[in-house]
């Protein structure tokens, strides 16, 4: 594999900063359309995957502190959009759930992005989509 040249690097990061503006400037025109916020649906997105996600489960996936977890499961509580569930087994443990509420905030948080996502990719050819799918799969690939 070749090793980019400074200039190339550079310029990728350029690109790369510009573009993450771009795409957070178009799909936060409407920011107070979407039902949740950017970490609100990571996190509920991650609860609804797992499970039985524990509080310590959230804060690894989040890369953030256990009581920074506590805080943003307490405002996803509050809100309705998960519950907490003791551990049968363990009552120090406390898993948590996502509600009817929570799935339905998530689907049209999802419907809204994937709108304007269509929007900003739309000036890309069905190859050039691929390509870009591939090349970002492949820079992610951790080993």
């Given at each position: ?39 609100q ?49 363990d ?42 799918i ?10």
């Open positions: 594999m070749a090793k980019p040249k400074s200039t190339d690097i550079h310029r990728m990061l350029n690109i790369f900063l510009n573009t993450n503006h771009f795409i957070k400037d178009n799909t936060e025109t409407h920011k107070k359309c979407l039902p949740l916020s950017g970490v649906l990571r996190s509920l997105t991650f609860i609804q995957q797992q499970k039985q996600a524990t509080m310590k489960d959230l804060a690894d996936y989040l890369q953030v502190t256990a009581p920074t977890a506590t805080v943003m499961a307490n405002n996803l509580t509050e809100s309705k959009l998960i519950s907490r569930i003791e551990d049968k087994h009552r120090r443990i406390i898993r948590l759930k996502i509600t009817a509420k929570g799935e339905k905030n998530i689907t049209e948080t999802t419907s809204h992005l994937v709108e304007k996502i269509n929007r900003v990719f739309s000036k890309l050819t069905r190859e050039e989509i691929h390509q870009f591939s090349i970002i799969e492949k820079i992610t690939q951790t080993k």
